[in-house]
């Protein structure tokens, strides 16, 4: 028996009418990764899905250079690492110093403080990064906190911060460093032995274009060593026992979401058939600065400060007069999905969003239509 209606009625919800997609993730996935997630299910326990399990690992902890440290993967979004990570290696009542550079900040911080932790706040003005010295002095006066979080990509804001070297300073004053690389992994650089990193983590619906269900972490030893002294660690996140049906089975405690895990085995494979990981980030920065020059052509603004520009989402200021997600909804009349502006801004930007899989003819239509929309809202485009 058939039933090809039931794909159509479900296309009819989800896809009622054709969107391009510069969003914020879930980002349009790479066809090849679509078409793997189709294989047939088989056992989470079975000797195949443990070689594809292994596979991925294996490919993720080379892109991250992560080899001292342990790849986990897990049916999450990326928000339950940020748990893990407090939940694990934080002390019952201990300090964290939390860097805030926007909402998701704001997260990590709940994070801690929902979890019965005690966050120091590093706030910095939206649009700017931490700096290295702000770091340093926040510890000087801050000297028993245990840990530091650091958002490398701020999804709200479109500011990459500076992690090699706020990383740097807080190894020096030997503190753990937590990295969410949410909307950075795959498209920032990481290097995790190299600059020490204790955990960061992720979720596939971001960079690598894949779809949501799966978050990503690497997470050191150390972690490890600090998560057997903390007894009450819950259930469903407990880093150790997640280690250790990776190490017997190369499985997870609970069940996988194997097509995600075979799309972003898929994705890893791309990489390499790109040219390697050089390769996949100029993509990125390439696209990246291709986002912004259009943009600025256009007369618009830039809302995060120059020289940490985001190579996944780019934030721009609303056009004079503009209030509201209205550059959002005259995009999407017209076939084109990108982000609204999200927390304390969203009256004041939109969002583009340029992960996943996207095109040049992609980015010329995106524009096109950009154009279009502002002379419709009144707005004369610069070029
Ligand atoms: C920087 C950052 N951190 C955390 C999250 C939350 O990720 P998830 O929804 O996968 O848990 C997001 C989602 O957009 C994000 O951009």
Redesign the pocket.
Known sequence: MKYPDVVKEIENILWPKPLKLFT??PVACFPEVLEVMKIQMLSHRSAEYRALHRDTTERLSKFLEAEKSTVLLIPS????F?EASIRNAISPRGKVLVTIIGE?GH?YKEAVERNGRIPIVLEKPLGKPVLPEELDDALKKNPDVEAVTI?Y???STGVLNPLRELAKVAKERDKLVFV?A??AMGAADIKVDDWKLDLVFA?S??AFGVP?GL?MAVVNDEVFERAKKIPERGLYFDLLEIKQFLLEQWSTPTTPPIPQIAGLNAALRIVEKMGGKEAWLKMYTERAEKIRRGVLELGLQLFAEPGYYSPTITVVYNPPGVKGPVIYEEMRKRGIEIARGYGKVKDVTFRIGHMGYITDEDIELLFNTLREVLVSIGYKPLK
């Open positions: 914020a993730g979004s990326g928000t339950g940020m998701f997260r958002t990509n701020e999804t969410d949410v909307s979720s619906q971001k949501p978050a």
